[in-house]
């Protein structure tokens, strides 16, 4: 079993930056992709931002320029550093990992609790 804990989320106004962080612990043996995803009230979750293990990054089209992904594979951690915030970025943050456990065949999916983030002024 694998558990992703986010922290960093909170209240910000418009222009402002937050940095949030995702640990991922458990019987891990690899994580192979790490990203964020989001969903605001009302509204499908999305995807924010992927990172594979070897640095490759993507980014949705509404965050391009402003959020960067980041990773650290020996500490099993993602970051996502989050500037020039806007009121529709609000939203529950979740990290998400592709990760293979000890004794298992494959790669599985899991998800965090996520932290809420709040744009506002």
């Known amino acids: 079993q694998v558990h992703l804990v986010e922290s960093g989320g909170g209240l910000v106004q418009p222009g402002g930056s937050l940095r949030l962080s995702c640990v991922a612990s458990?019987?891990?043996?690899?994580?192979?992709?790490m990203g964020w995803y989001r969903q605001a009230p009302g509204k499908e979750r999305e995807l924010v931002a992927g990172?594979?293990?070897?640095?490759?990054?993507n980014y949705g089209d509404s965050v391009k320029g402003r959020f960067t992904i980041s990773r650290d594979n020996a500490m099993n951690t993602v970051y996502l550093q989050m500037n020039s915030l806007k009121v529709e970025d609000t939203a529950a943050y979740y990290c998400?990992?592709?990760?293979?456990?000890?004794?298992?065949?494959?790669?599985?999916?899991?998800w965090g609790q996520g932290t809420q983030v709040t744009v506002s002024s």
């Open positions: 998400n990992a592709d990760a293979l456990t000890y004794g298992s065949t494959g790669y599985d999916e899991y």
């Open positions: 458990g019987s891990i043996f690899a994580i192979r992709a």
């Open positions: 990172i594979t293990s070897g640095g490759n990054t």
